[in-house]
């Protein structure tokens, strides 16, 4: 069943980019492998896949454990700082970044074993009060002036989640506003590059709109058992 999902969400990248004249090179496709064990990520690692998201501190803990780095492991979920710890061990990339403390806790545990952590700021581009991130824009340049300026972490870019709406104006405006914010803050920041945004639903129009980085879940693995956790 991956092999067949991941074949066509490829087909439907590849057709994508090739009608907005973007390269799919160009594109990161993390399979957001959450709730999913380690036979399932290891067959998509054979079918070519390399980057995986997990949005729990522990369960990435342990699959990591398990399978180390042979594969890149992306941190995408919402991260206390008690958890920090587990994460910087893991996690190549940390897409959910929202605060100085947490930004802070980074640097000290990165730290600590001597690691440069790629971050990116996760910004609240839609209405819903579920949806995490930074809102203000002062909030956002101070976290990127602090994060620059860590010696143990390396700002990369910005994340957000489209509001869940069919209306696909407002997801949209979702993505193609953290483009220019993205490219505000490149202004004085060039390492600010990646653009995560896109999920199962949104990932073609968050390609229009310029993502860099699409976490893909259930169009991959299908659809979760939520009643299982761990790895």
């Known amino acids: 069943m991956i092999d067949e999902n991941l074949k066509l969400v490829r087909d439907q990248i590849n057709r994508k980019c090739s009608e907005i004249a973007r390269d799919p090179s160009e594109i990161k496709l993390i399979a ?16 070519g896949l390399n980057n995986f998201g997990e949005n729990k501190a522990q369960e990435l803990r342990d699959k990591f454990e398990l399978i180390g780095e042979r594969v890149t492991w992306h941190f995408i979920g919402s991260l206390q700082r008690n958890k920090v710890k587990y994460v910087v061990k893991s996690a190549a990339y940390i897409h959910s970044v929202d605060t100085i403390p947490l930004a802070e806790e980074i640097n000290n545990q990165a730290g600590k074993i001597d690691k440069k952590q790629k971050v990116l700021i996760e910004v609240k581009t839609s209405y819903e009060n579920s949806k995490s991130g930074v809102e203000n824009f002062q909030d956002i340049y101070n976290l990127a002036e602090f994060c620059s300026s860590s010696l143990n ?10 509001p869940y709406t069919e209306n696909i104006s407002e997801i949209r405006k979702s993505f193609s506003d953290l483009r220019k914010l993205r490219d505000k803050l490149n202004t004085e920041w060039k390492n600010i590059i990646e653009l995560s945004m896109g999920m199962t639903n949104d990932y073609l129009i968050a390609l229009e709109e310029g993502a860099t980085m ?7 693995f299908g659809e979760r058992n939520y009643k299982k956790t761990g790895g």
């Open 153 to 162: 972490i390396e700002l990369v870019g910005l994340m957000t989640m489209a």
């Open 214 to 220: 699409l976490r893909i879940g259930t169009a991959i």
């Open 32 to 47: 957001v492998s959450k709730f999913f064990g380690i036979d399932a990520i290891e067959e998509a690692n054979k079918l």
